[in-house]
């Protein structure tokens, strides 16, 4: 007999960081509003997920007018033992094809 997942327990490949973090490097200009749309979070939700990202070295931004320009870090590690090794841009390089 199959087993099947309990009702109502979801899960992806993909963690919210590493979405979030697809779309920037997608389009480095791109506004939180957009990214939330895409990643189907809240605002708020995304703006604590850019906050970690910085935080820990995989990303910056600066402001250009009213609008923040962000640069993912492309030589940092992985954070996660398991992960060690590849670098982050060669792991977007992956999600970005």
């Known amino acids: 007999m199959e087993e099947r997942p309990a009702v109502g327990h979801q899960w992806t490949f ?3 960081h590493a979405r979030v973090l697809v779309q920037i ?14 990643c189907l979070l809240t ?12 935080a820990e070295g995989y990303l910056s931004h600066r402001r250009v007018g009213r609008s923040n320009v962000y640069h ?3 030589g940092k590690q992985l954070r996660h033992p ?4 590849p ?3 060669e792991l977007l390089a ?4």
């Open 14 to 16: 993909l963690t919210n």
């Open 87 to 89: 670098t982050l841009a």
């Open 25 to 38: 490097a997608r389009d480095p200009g791109i506004r939180v509003r957009d990214i939330a749309t895409c």
């Open 43 to 54: 605002e708020r939700a995304v703006q604590r997920i850019i906050s970690d990202l910085e």
């Open 72 to 74: 993912v870090i492309d």
């Open 82 to 85: 398991a992960d060690s090794g």
């Open 94 to 97: 992956v999600l970005l094809r």
